[in-house]
Nanobody, 123 residues
Framework: QVQLVESGGGLVQAGGSLRLSCITS????????MGWFRQAPGKARDIVAT???????TFYADSVKGRFTISRDNKNAVYLQMNNLKFEDTAIYYC?????????????????WGQGTQVTVSS
């Protein structure tokens, strides 16, 4: 059974930092894209950042460029370092993994999803 488990969410003041982690199990994603998406209250789920199978290519939403950094290890973990957090970053953050695409920037590129972790930024 494939599982993606996120951790690291929580409550932080604006300007603070959090580091999200996602550990996968049940299959290997080391050659495939992984990423982070988020869903704010009342809004659709949207892309935050993605990373290619070898970690050499990344994509960031304009709203997080320069503040967030996505990384992965050579096994089955992906991370999201979030600095200078803003109130508008408040959302449920989902980890995603692709079982077939080396790199992707669309939700449709990712077939495996975690349950999400809540990030709340107080202003």
């Amino acid at each position: 059974q494939v599982q993606l488990v996120e951790s690291g969410g929580g409550l932080v003041q604006a300007g603070g930092s959090l580091r999200l982690s996602c550990i996968t199990s049940g299959r290997t994603f080391s050659r495939y894209a992984m990423g982070w998406f988020r869903q704010a209250p009342g809004k659709a789920r949207d892309i935050v950042a993605t990373i290619s199978g070898n970690g050499g290519t990344t994509f960031y939403a304009d709203s997080v460029k320069g503040r967030f950094t996505i990384s992965r290890d050579n096994k089955n973990a992906v991370y999201l370092q979030m600095n200078n957090l803003k109130f508008e970053d408040t959302a449920i953050y989902y980890c995603a993994a692709s079982g077939y695409a080396f790199f992707g920037t669309r939700q449709a590129d990712f077939g495996c999803w975690g349950q999400g972790t809540q990030v709340t930024v107080s202003s």
